[in-house]
């Protein structure tokens, strides 16, 4: 016997929705991914973590938090506040759904 799957033919993103999931995992894929940009730019840069912490004013638990991609312990204002760090701003945008 052969159930109606009710995803087959959705996209990712609908079965999400449907599950009640899509925006928590929008807010992490965009916090993994400004986490990842910005500790490539700081070994772009050259720039330690001690160093990228005292031109931010906070501590170096706090830059690795905001660092690490799998880490959910990081704000916009403390992702915001990396990036001008490090010469950078964080654009967001809206899209037509």
Do not use: P, W, Y
Not at 35 to 41: I, S
């Amino acid at each position: 016997m052969v159930e109606n799957n009710r995803h087959i033919g959705s996209s990712f993103d609908d079965f999400l929705d449907s599950e009640g999931m899509l925006d928590d995992a929008c807010e992490v894929a965009a916090s993994r991914v400004v986490a990842f940009k910005l500790e490539q730019r700081r070994q772009e840069r050259g720039v330690s973590i001690t160093e990228l912490a005292r031109s931010m004013g906070t501590s170096r638990s706090v830059v690795n938090n905001m660092l690490d991609a799998n880490s959910d312990r990081k704000t916009v204002k403390t992702l915001k506040r990396g990036a001008e760090a490090l010469g950078a701003r964080i654009v967001m945008d809206l899209e037509n759904i």
